[in-house]
């Protein structure tokens, strides 16, 4: 299969991720003090401490055992968490268990699928299928609305069942994809030494003969044969120690999990998984229902249009450039958006007629305002994370590097989802967006101070 296939192929598991968070995530309308709403979020904290311990797992399993065999394991976790998820109507543990290894397959993907798709695809195309990440996640979150509205007629059980059987289905399908795909030519070479099946999928990855011959040098030189068979003969716990050594005692190293660890935070406290979406859904639940339903699908279909935006310019602007001009452009627009609704809450703009804000016009500016948010945030921190994390390593820390990051991904996921939408509700929209362009300042800050262009180390 041509490259580009198998990166497809790979990022198929983050259409599962988002399929799957989303539907114990559709209850954030719902009354914060009601029962099932504490339900949700218990079982989300439950999924993301279960995603923090695989993808700090996978990074070294991944190291030693290779990548393609945790696309095989993800799979399996997902198929068995929503065969459990699905009857969760039997009982809340049941229920927690599957969410249990939902949040593990999780893990795996987020971890290994962008390292896999960094490694396989040629230099000029990789930030277009690696970014391919988020649009997959995207359009993973608007399937389960889509789903979730043409089942709402049935009852609950029904409809429970029918959601997660759907997953159930769709994990066979895609584990049964990824049986075909190949080894990562990178771990043949640097653990396995099969230097003849590497460059037989190198060159099937559309690399000419000079790129291929130039791949298998650097990798030989990288290659410190006796660390390694060290390393094989003391097990995968000598693997993980190592690679921690060297991303946290080496300052060179070190600085690069900064920059990754800092992105992957900036991206999950920017708001726009919880805090946005709450308000946004709390703000159009006062005209109708209708509205309130347009409003959850609207904010998915701007996030799908906008990442794959940015995913068709990456390879061509750079991932920095790519970074800097989204973080920027979302602080123009949380601040174009929070002063005047915060004006408008606090009375300071008073209205030229008595009677009052034209409706029409507020919601054309809401609605003009939040796209300009949730636009900047997939060009900018929603798509060039899932690149940037898996290119800026070299090749020998690359998945633990990932690995971290994606952990600290998923504690500030839990971190926003526990307290976002209370503090939304607390400052209402317009301070909430004042929150959120101070933390974006401060994004843009790191960017620019530990970020890069022209990458020392390279996938190469």
């Known amino acids: 299969m041509r490259s580009e296939t198998l990166a497809i192929v790979a990022a198929l598991s983050f259409f599962l991720v988002g399929y799957d968070n989303s539907m114990a995530k559709l209850g954030w309308q719902s009354n914060p003090d009601a029962a099932p709403y504490l339900q949700v979020k218990l079982l989300v904290v439950i999924a993301n401490v279960a995603s923090v311990f695989s993808a700090l797992v996978a990074g070294a399993t991944a190291d030693y055992f290779g990548r393609k065999r945790h696309f095989t394991a993800r799979g399996a976790l997902f198929f068995a968490g929503n065969v459990l998820k699905s009857f969760g109507t039997v009982s ?43 649009v997959w996640l995207n359009t993973g979150v608007l399937a389960a609305y889509i789903l979730n509205a043409m089942v ?20 066979i399908l895609f584990t049964a994809c ?119 699908w609207g904010i998915q279909v701007v996030r799908l249009i906008f990442s794959l935006v940015s995913s068709c310019l990456v390879d061509r602007l750079g991932r920095r450039f790519m970074l800097v001009i989204g973080i920027g452009c979302q602080c123009s627009f949380l601040v174009m958006l929070g002063l005047p609704l915060l004006g408008v809450q606090h009375n300071w703009l008073k209205p030229s007629s008595g009677s009052g804000y034209d409706q029409g016009v507020v919601v054309s500016f809401f609605m003009l305002g939040l796209a300009g948010v949730l636009g900047s945030f997939e060009v900018g921190l929603g798509s060039i994370t899932w690149i940037y994390a898996s290119e800026v390593f070299e090749y020998k820390n690359r998945a633990h590097g990932a690995s971290f990051g994606i952990a600290m991904n998923r504690v500030a996921d839990t971190t926003e989802f526990l307290l976002f939408p209370y503090l939304a509700a607390w400052l209402h929209f317009g301070g909430a967006a004042l929150v959120s362009f101070c933390l974006m300042a401060c994004a843009l800050v790191f960017c620019a101070k530990f970020t890069v262009e022209k990458l020392k180390i390279i996938v190469e």
């Open 92 to 134: 809340f543990g049941v229920l927690a268990v599957g969410h249990i290894f939902t949040g593990l397959g999780t893990g795996i993907s987020l971890t290994v699928g962008p390292v896999y798709i960094a490694e396989l695809v040629p230099a000029r195309a990789r930030g277009f299928f690696t970014s391919g990440a988020e």
């Open 178 to 296: 990824t049986l075909a795909i190949p080894e990562s030519p990178y771990w043949l070479l640097m653990k396995s030494g099969q230097t003849d099946e590497a460059t037989r999928i190198l060159e099937n990855s559309e690399r000419g003969p000079d790129e291929v011959n130039f791949i298998i040098s650097q990798m030989e030189i990288l290659d410190d044969n006796e660390n390694q068979q060290q390393q094989q003969q003391h097990g995968v716990l000598a693997v993980a120690w190592c690679s921690s050594k060297d991303l946290f005692l080496q300052p060179p190293i070190r600085n690069v999990v900064i920059s990754v660890v800092g992105l992957h935070v900036f991206r999950q406290l920017a708001g726009v998984n919880y805090g946005f979406k709450a308000n946004t859904v709390t703000f159009f639940h006062q005209f109708s229902n209708e509205f309130e339903v347009l409003a959850e």
């Open 152 to 171: 709402s007629s049935f009852s609950q059980k029904v409809a429970h069942m029918a959601f997660y059987g759907i997953a159930v289905v769709l994990s």
